[in-house]
């Protein structure tokens, strides 16, 4: 039972701190630098590459290893299929459901991927309200959806930490916590692009940061998901772990670092993500 509060205590850090202080960094500064947010981003996503490609993984194969000895790489590659698919379908259903409530976007050369900062985070949805003059009710319905959208990546996130405990080695229980810790890093300059326009559209400072910060509490569920299906036996931490790098993969390579560069055009991101791998590689393998 207290191994479950730890847990429980550090993803409701992670994800309900890291995205409540972006909340409270963006609701009293407006401005923030974008650059160093870009590099921030970049170089936590390299460290999140390597934990997923250096350790889950590396667990996963080695389960799958014990139940379908030597194709059980093959489980593991099916599970972070899966993972990614998931994940790919949720954001393509709030992509549906939203575009169209936006003009630019809902236009029909507009490109398919998000080529602004804003559409990244679903934020275009609460401003295109805001500039109509939409009644509160509206204006709050556009404010859930940014922070569902942001809710979801966190369950994946949650999954990955929890399936990362269900390994029983000193070494998991690190990386765990570095993982931790890097994804409560990217959840504040999440919270922050949420709250400043909900702040800049006219809702209460507290009541931006209360719904930014509670966008982080799936992750607790992730975590108690992902060390349940760990803790069943080699089959469940083979897809558990495969499944969370799957959905990691998939948030690190389809937002994080397109995050990154659409904040910071330049080739520095890139850079930094390289960087970041190859700390992680240290922090692991030393």
Same mark, same amino acid.
């Given at each position: ?6 847990? $429980? ?25 974008? #650059? %160093? ?6 170089? =936590? ?12 993984? &590396? ?11 030597? !194709?059980?790489?093959?489980? =593991?590659? +099916?599970?972070?299929?899966?993972? %990614? ?12 459901? $939203? ?19 804003? &559409?990244?985070? @679903? ?5 295109? @309200?805001? #500039? ?8 709050? $319905? ?8 942001? +809710?979801?990546?966190?369950?994946? &996130?949650? !999954? ?14 690190? +990386? ?8 409560? *890093?990217?959840?504040? /300059?999440?919270? !922050? ?15 931006? %940061? *209360?719904? $930014?910060?509670?966008?982080?509490? /799936? ?14 036996? /080699? *089959? ?11 959905? !990691? ?17 330049? #080739? ?14 240290? *922090?692991?393998?030393?």
């Amino acid at each position: 039972m207290d191994f479950i509060w730890h847990i $429980t205590l550090i993803t409701f850090i992670a994800g309900v701190g890291g995205t409540g202080a972006g909340g409270v960094i963006g609701s009293l500064f407006r401005r923030s630098s974008n #650059r %160093v947010i870009s590099l921030l981003l970049a170089a =936590t996503s390299g460290v999140m590459i390597a934990i997923v490609c250096f350790e889950l993984l &590396e667990e996963s194969v080695a389960a799958g290893k014990q139940l379908f000895d030597p !194709m059980g790489v093959l489980l =593991t590659a +099916a599970s972070v299929f899966a993972g %990614v698919f998931v994940v790919l379908l949720l954001n393509r259903i709030i992509d549906k459901k $939203t575009a169209a409530q936006v003009a630019h976007t809902a236009s029909a050369e507009h490109p398919l991927v998000h080529d602004d900062i804003d &559409e990244l985070h @679903h934020v275009d949805h609460y401003n295109e @309200h805001a #500039r109509q003059g939409a009644a509160k009710k509206e204006l709050w $319905t556009a404010g859930v959806v940014i922070a569902f959208a942001i +809710a979801l990546h966190n369950i994946p &996130e949650g !999954m990955s930490i929890g399936a990362s405990f269900a390994i029983d080695s000193s070494d998991a229980a690190m +990386a765990a916590l570095m993982l931790a810790v890097l994804i409560g *890093l990217h959840n504040i /300059p999440e919270g !922050m692009a949420v709250t400043v326009p909900l702040v800049a559209g006219g809702m209460g400072r507290a009541k931006a %940061v *209360l719904l $930014t910060a509670c966008s982080g509490l /799936p992750m607790v569920l992730g975590a108690w998901l992902g060390l349940w299906l760990g803790d069943i036996g /080699p *089959l469940g931490l083979c897809c558990s772990l495969g499944f969370a790098s799957g959905a !990691m993969l998939y948030v690190v390579f389809g937002e994080i670092i397109p995050q990154a560069i659409l904040m910071y055009r330049s #080739r520095v991101p890139a850079i930094l993500v390289v960087v970041g791998m190859l700390v992680g590689m240290c *922090l692991i393998y030393l």
